[in-house]
């Protein structure tokens, strides 16, 4: 199992921003999709953001144009940068890579999750 750094969750009030980054190990030499989902207190997780290897990407609807995902490949991280942020995005942001394994086929490697609170 591949071992996925995430940092940045914390507490945060209504209206600011935080950004969450998550780090492959550098020895993976290719890694396909990588994102974030989110679950909040009682509910499933649920997809927030991905980010193909070239830069492609797609939004919830509840976050497009408050959250923007990217990656520097060279470093084997991703990045969600979060504004705008309101009490329903508080949760457990996990994120996630696509790394080959062999042609045709991937294994999705999990971060343990990092905890963001929007709160007053």
């Known amino acids: 199992q591949v071992q996925l750094v995430e940092s940045g969750g914390g507490l945060v009030q209504p209206g600011g921003s935080l950004r969450l980054s998550c780090a492959a190990p550098g020895s993976i030499r290719s890694i396909n999709d990588m994102g974030w989902d989110r679950q909040a207190p009682g509910e499933a997780r649920d997809l927030v953001a991905r980010?193909?290897?070239?830069?492609?990407?797609n939004y919830a609807d509840s976050v497009k144009g408050r959250f923007t995902i990217s990656r520097d490949n060279a470093k084997n991280t991703v990045y969600l940068e979060m504004s705008s942020l309101k009490p329903e995005d508080t949760g457990v942001y996990f994120c996630?890579?696509?790394?080959?394994?062999?042609?045709?086929?991937?294994?999705?490697?999990w971060g343990k999750g990092t905890l963001v609170t929007v709160s007053s």
């Open positions: 996630y890579a696509d790394i080959p394994v062999r042609p045709g086929y991937t294994l999705r490697h």
């Open positions: 980010i193909t290897s070239s830069g492609g990407t």
